[in-house]
């Protein structure tokens, strides 16, 4: 089976950085995703890595060590905005390759 | 231009009762699912059709029943609602491709079971 962790609440300053780690167990791994859920709203997604590396969209960025089976989500110039739960989901073999398996997700909390 | 809507938003009803949620997308995307958000947000993955054929079934009680008429519609019919039912419902879709994977989520279903 897989399973996934991640710290399950987090807060910062507005303009501060933080990053938020994910280690997971699975078989199979093709990639990691991130997704934003703001309360009442929908997941939305924010990056997938299936290679070693880092990703950067804009003040987001997100990392994968295949190796250490780790990765995370790094926010940079945090906002009042980004206030929200965060989860990373693993791609793996399971329903042809289609499957995602989420954890159990952060609660970001952005001070002013 | 919504890309994946669900009908209805709320939803609340009494234990015994039959429901059903309806999900829509306009991407053109191949594969659709059903998801579980419980109150400690915890999401799961409950079933998964990809052009119409069922090809995730989690453990799920089987007065669940997914239907897709095509590859753009997949519902969700409970039977005998239990107040463990009561939970957000989430429905998204996503086109398998190998290089990136993006699930578009709908708004959800608030399904409270009385």
């Known amino acids: 089976g897989q399973s996934l962790e991640q710290p399950s609440e987090v807060t910062a300053v507005e303009g501060a950085i933080v990053q938020i780690n994910c280690t997971y167990q699975?078989?199979?791994?093709?990639?990691l995703s991130w997704y934003q859920q703001h309360d009442g709203g929908a997941p939305t997604f924010l990056s997938y890595?299936?290679?070693?590396g880092l990703e950067e969209t804009g003040r987001f960025s997100s990392f994968l060590s295949r190796s250490d089976s780790y990765g995370y989500l790094l926010l940079q110039e945090l906002q009042m905005k980004d206030s929200a739960s965060y989860f990373c989901?693993?791609?793996?073999?399971?329903?042809?390759?289609?499957?995602?398996?989420f954890g159990s997700g952060t609660q970001l909390t952005v001070l002013p | 231009d919504t890309a994946v809507s669900q009908t209805p938003k709320y939803l609340v009803t009494q234990m015994g009762n039959d429901k059903s949620i309806k999900c829509e997308q306009n991407?053109?995307?191949?594969?659709m699912y059903w998801y579980k958000q419980d109150s400690k947000k915890f999401l799961k993955i409950m079933f998964s059709?990809?052009?119409?054929?069922?090809?995730i079934n989690e453990t799920v009680p089987n007065r669940f029943s997914p239907k897709s008429p095509d590859k753009a519609h997949l519902n969700l019919h409970i039977n005998s609602l239990e107040l463990g039912d009561s939970a957000v419902y989430f429905c998204?879709?996503?086109?398998?491709?190998?290089?990136?994977?993006?699930?578009?989520f709908g708004p959800g279903t608030r399904l409270t079971v009385t």
């Open positions: 991407l053109g995307h191949d594969t």
């Open positions: 890595n299936a290679l070693d």
């Open positions: 998204a879709s996503s086109q398998f491709d190998q290089s990136s994977y993006e699930q578009y």
């Open positions: 989901a693993v791609r793996d073999r399971g329903g042809s390759a289609r499957q995602l398996t």
């Open positions: 059709y990809n052009n119409k054929e069922l090809i």
């Open positions: 699975t078989s199979g791994f093709y990639g």
